[in-house]
């Protein structure tokens, strides 16, 4: 089966979720597939696989007239080349094209509504939920990475719970890399992991929570994992007096972050809205708590191998950190149930169940 997947995210996210989720399921696709990429000549990530075609765009200067091609060279690859289906790394493609323009199925996958739950903050005009929607009612089939994406999905367009298929993700780290030489913090700290310039990711109050935390436990730290603290950020935590507590880490690969998560008293996570939520799931297969919110998909990922709490109580958040550094039988007893519970999630399991799809497809 030829399977072609335009690599708009690599252009949007080249190092994040979904050009991670697409490497994992192009990689272990069976070797009797021929998957073909579009991409760019400057990224690294590129997904791998004996049979990959790979179409790499390369930029030039002048960059006006390079971005004034580039539509046409996707365009151009996209019909000069036959397949047997089409699965879109995000909802727009580089070519520009309609997604209903293929003349063979096209399987998309929705990560989460985000958009559409917070248009105000993300999408005021409406152009990103527009394209999805446009996206939506082209594709032959919809995998959802969670049930609670299905019902924000079948909410919003009810007449497609035929096309939609549940298909979880799974963790690219675990604890069998996390013993490297790879520098962590030295007193005990909290993790966080992830992006946080979206208010939805509920940061804020992680800082404020910590700080009360702090106040009784003055010798815990906070590891910040991801882009450099923006103004905002750096206020509250001057407001908060936390600048000595913590700890960030701007870059790290896939051998550091399982060492700070392996050495971690817990990963804090207090996200409103998660289409999946994959830190949780890589802190509990990786050998450290997972304290998350109990909202959206994320209680599908932690079960009940976690601690899942209100994120609109720094209160109750506050008490938990403080709990767990106070309590190490139970932390450990979680540690346990966690590392099953990641088990339950397998890259294999999510090619296998994706797989089907296409096969019911094409």
Not at 19 to 40: D, G, H, M, Q, W
Not at 204 to 211: G, K, M, V, W, Y
Request: overall charge positive.
């Amino acid at each position: 089966m030829r399977i072609f997947y335009d690599g708009e995210v690599y252009r949007l996210v080249p190092t994040q979720g979904i050009s991670r989720y697409f490497a994992n399921i192009i990689s272990r696709l069976p070797e009797s597939f021929t998957p073909l990429v579009t991409t760019y000549a400057y990224r690294v990530n590129y997904p791998s696989h004996p049979n990959i075609q790979l179409f790499k765009y390369n930029n030039f200067r002048p960059r006006r007239l390079s971005a004034l091609l580039e539509k046409y060279y996707f365009k151009f690859v996209n019909e000069s080349n036959k397949f047997d289906l089409v699965h879109p790394t995000y909802y727009t493609l580089l070519s520009r094209q309609e997604l209903s323009k293929f003349n063979c199925p096209v399987v998309l996958t929705v990560h989460d509504m985000i958009h559409e739950l917070f248009s105000k903050q993300l999408d005021p005009q409406g152009q990103q939920a527009e394209e999805k929607r446009k996206a939506i009612h082209a594709a032959q089939a919809i995998i959802c990475v969670s049930e609670n994406t299905k019902k924000d999905l079948l909410t919003k367009y009810p007449l497609l719970e035929n096309k939609v298929k549940v298909i979880y993700q799974a963790s690219g780290v675990n604890a069998s890399i996390a013993y490297g030489s790879e520098n962590v913090p030295s007193r005990p700290y909290y993790l966080y992991v992830g992006s946080r310039d979206r208010g939805y990711k509920n940061f804020d109050s992680l800082l404020s929570a910590f700080a009360k935390a702090v106040s009784v436990q003055p010798d815990l730290a906070l590891c910040v994992v991801g882009l450099p603290f923006n103004k905002i950020e750096k206020k509250l935590i001057a407001k908060f007096k936390l600048a000595s507590h913590i700890e960030h880490y701007s870059h790290t690969n896939d051998c550091h972050l399982a060492k700070l998560y392996r050495c971690s008293i817990a990963l804090v996570y207090p996200s409103l809205y998660e289409g999946f939520g994959i830190p949780p799931l890589e802190a509990m297969a990786c050998g450290t708590v997972a304290i998350a919110s109990a909202c959206s998909s994320i209680p599908e990922v932690v079960g009940d191998a976690g601690i899942l709490f209100n994120p609109q109580s720094t209160l109750d958040l506050a008490d938990i950190l403080l709990s767990v550094v106070d309590n190490p039988l139970e932390r450990d007893r979680l540690i346990s149930k966690g590392h099953q519970r990641a088990k339950m999630f397998s890259w294999d399991k999510t090619v296998e169940r994706t797989l089907d799809v296409y096969r019911s497809v094409a």
